[in-house]
């Protein structure tokens, strides 16, 4: 399974973001996948989980840092995932993760790196 991240880059605090993640490589696509989400990664602290989808209920859930923020939510044929990201704040620094889970096991992107500036 591959996940590639795209998106990312230098914003100055108060503007937005999209991040994309698109996946390949599934064994039965995305009908198969149980959730898909976002994790970050700041300097010097651990990965912390950002959003994710269930696929099966359709939920969405945000943490508390970014919700109101962000938005989470998946294209039509669900290979690929996106995190719009607004009012962002120099606290959102950080590699931002694609998580995939599917029933043979959970998967990670490369990470992309979002840097805001004050």
């Known amino acids: 399974v591959q996940l590639v991240e795209s998106g990312g880059g230098l914003v100055q605090a108060g503007g937005s973001l999209r991040l994309s993640c698109t996946a390949s490589?599934?064994?039965?696509?995305?009908?198969?996948?149980?959730?898909m989400g976002w994790f970050r990664q700041a300097p010097g602290k651990q990965r912390e989980w950002v959003a994710d989808?269930?696929?099966?209920?359709?939920?969405?859930e945000y943490s508390d840092s970014v919700k109101g923020r962000f938005t989470i939510s998946r294209d039509n044929a669900g290979s690929t995932m996106y995190l719009q990201m607004n009012s962002l704040k120099p606290e959102d620094t950080a590699v931002y993760y694609c998580?995939?889970?599917?029933?043979?096991?959970?998967?990670w992107g490369q990470g992309i790196q979002v840097t805001v500036s004050s």
């Open positions: 989808i269930s696929i099966r209920t359709g939920e969405l």
């Open positions: 998580n995939l889970d599917d029933p043979w096991g959970s998967h």
């Open positions: 490589g599934t064994k039965f696509g995305p009908t198969s996948f149980n959730s």
